[in-house]
């Protein structure tokens, strides 16, 4: 079980805060890292894939549930590819995709 306590703590961190925090003005980031919506995974390109598993913080999954139907989301686009869905659907809204390689 101790994975499981590892991954929620870096989800928690100050690291993955300032690397999601780049470029984000000073007053959206004063809440700390439970503020900022992030999404972390192997990276292609531009969008995490869901090959190796993906994660992501209590932010990043209250804007999916309220971001989901909108149309920036293509809630209608019939795709077996979930991770790249998802991912265009945060970057759209305003989530985070820092490379934690």
Known sequence: MQIFENLQEYLAS???ARASS???PAESTRGGI???PVLVGGHLKRYVVGTGGYAMNRAALRLFATSMYKSSCF???VSPAEDFRLTQCLAANGGRMPNTR
């Open 14 to 16: 100050e690291e993955l």
């Open 22 to 24: 780049r470029g984000l």
């Open 34 to 36: 439970d503020q900022i």
């Open 75 to 77: 809630p209608r686009a």
